[in-house]
């Protein structure tokens, strides 16, 4: 059988943080960052006091670890400023509303079958 097309009409759901996060791991490919990193990210895409939401939400348990995936994304110039003045680079576009995906999924080993 083969199959070139396949049409899924279940929804992928996602919490908010987690659909920035997906849309993140697209964006952004060629950069290796932690999940960690683009939920950090996402918060910071959200919330003004994104730090202290890291720490409400228990992403993170401290202001000082969550310091530290700031200056991270700091140096790939993801995030820029500093301090209360820290947001994200406005090159980064991303939906916080549902949108239609057209997604093509290749398999890298693909087998063929007898």
Known sequence: MDLKELVIKTPLKFKLIDF???QLDIA?????L???????LAYYYMYDNAVSKVIEDEVL?????C???VSDLRKTKLLIGKGKET???PKIKLQTE????????INEEE???A
């Open 111 to 113: 087998v063929k079958l």
């Open 87 to 89: 947001k994200v680079n």
């Open 34 to 40: 932690s999940k960690t990193h683009k939920v950090i």
């Open 28 to 32: 952004l490919p060629g950069l290796s």
């Open 98 to 105: 549902s949108f239609k995906l057209n997604l093509t999924i």
């Open 20 to 22: 920035l996060v997906f």
């Open 61 to 65: 348990t401290s202001e000082k670890s």
């Open 67 to 69: 310091m530290n995936y």
